[in-house]
């Protein structure tokens, strides 16, 4: 239909690095849908962030 929604769960509320992270998202949702759809990312707090939420890859990279 046009539109591409997201929805993102930070790790906090008062993470600092959310609109660089937000901005990320849309550029990486932007670079796989046609130039004219339009891309609404989402942040919820339902359900919450956990690390189990993490892929294989982030674990590995932090060591976990």
Not at 30 to 51: A, F, H, K, M
């Given at each position: 239909?046009?539109w591409?929604?997201?929805?993102?769960?930070?790790?906090?509320?008062?993470?600092?690095?959310?609109?660089?992270?937000?901005?990320?998202?849309?550029?990486?949702?932007?670079?796989?849908?046609?130039?004219?759809?339009?891309?609404?990312?989402?942040?919820?707090?339902?359900?919450?962030?956990?690390?189990?939420?993490?892929?294989?890859?982030?674990r590995?990279?932090?060591?976990?």
């Amino acid at each position: 239909d046009g539109w591409v929604r997201a929805e993102m769960t930070m790790t906090t509320a008062a993470c600092r690095m959310t609109d660089m992270i937000v901005e990320a998202a849309r550029g990486a949702v932007s670079g796989i849908v046609p130039d004219d759809t339009r891309i609404d990312i989402e942040l919820v707090w339902d359900p919450p962030w956990t690390p189990d939420r993490m892929t294989g890859i982030a674990r590995e990279h932090f060591g976990w």
